[in-house]
Structures are given as structure tokens and as C-alpha cells.
């Protein structure tokens, strides 16, 4: 129960974090990707706090060995760029910059009902699905 109630006060605040800095307005982000028309560097500033705010909590939780909520800590431990990596982040990108969209502030336009964010996130459950059975397919 504390896992769950922890999660989703970390959901929420994730969610409000992405409408305050703007990263769940398509347009915002499309003017951001738009480096050779008129480019809005503003998303670059959430970036960099983001960058900042990660690197010492990463740091921290490396030394870790249990969680703060005393679960074990669960790191990556993959550490090489393979074709799976960057067919996904190519996927990812191109996603991104055609919609303007990707799949954090996708969850929280769909939940507050815009058709865009709803469309855009039953296309990205429709393709992890057909990921899923297609990777259990070739194990």
C-alpha cells in the first residue's frame, strides 16, 4: 500500500511537473524539435533542470542498496548501445517529432481528455502490445 500511494504521489507530481514546463502542449514541443523555423528554446531550460536534478539522484541511488521505501534498489545494469536501442530511440524520435507528443505527457493529455493524447496513447499501448507478442514470439 505505501508503494502504490508512493507512486502515484510520484505520478502526480510528474504529471504536474510536464503541464508547468509546457512539455504536454504539442505545439510547445514542435516549436522546440523546430531548430530551422521558429525555434522555442524554452523546453531546453526543462531539460537541463531535469539533467541536474537527475544526475545527484543517480549518484545517491548508485550507492544505494535498498530504496527509500525499502524495497531493493533496481538500477539498469545494461550499460551497451545495441540495435534494439536505437531502432527504439529512432522510433521514439520520430514519434516525437511528428506529434509532438511522447509518452509521459501522452498519459496526462489522454487524462484530461484531449482526443490527441487519447489517440496518441492508444497507438503507444497498441504498439508495446504488438512488441510484447512479437518478442515472445522470437524467445
Not at 105 to 131: D, E, I, Y
Request: proline share 6%.
Amino acid at each position: 500500500m505505501k508503494s502504490l500511494a508512493s507512486a502515484g504521489c510520484a505520478g502526480l507530481l510528474f504529471g504536474l511537473g510536464l503541464l508547468l514546463a509546457g512539455m504536454a502542449n504539442p505545439a510547445k514541443v514542435l516549436a522546440f524539435l523546430d531548430i530551422a523555423g521558429r525555434w522555442d528554446p524554452s523546453l531546453a531550460l526543462v531539460m537541463v533542470g531535469a539533467i541536474a536534478t537527475a544526475l545527484p539522484a543517480f549518484a545517491l541511488a548508485r550507492r544505494r542498496e535498498r530504496a527509500l521505501l525499502g524495497g531493493p534498489m533496481q538500477l539498469p545494469a545494461v550499460r551497451r548501445i545495441d540495435r534494439p536501442l536505437i531502432l527504439g530511440s529512432l522510433i521514439f524520435g520520430a514519434g516525437w517529432g511528428l506529434a509532438g507528443i511522447c509518452p509521459g505527457p501522452a498519459l496526462v493529455l489522454a487524462g484530461s481528455g484531449a482526443g490527441a493524447g487519447m489517440l496518441f496513447a492508444a497507438a503507444m499501448l497498441a504498439g508495446m502490445a504488438l512488441h510484447g507478442r512479437w518478442a515472445r514470439r522470437r524467445s
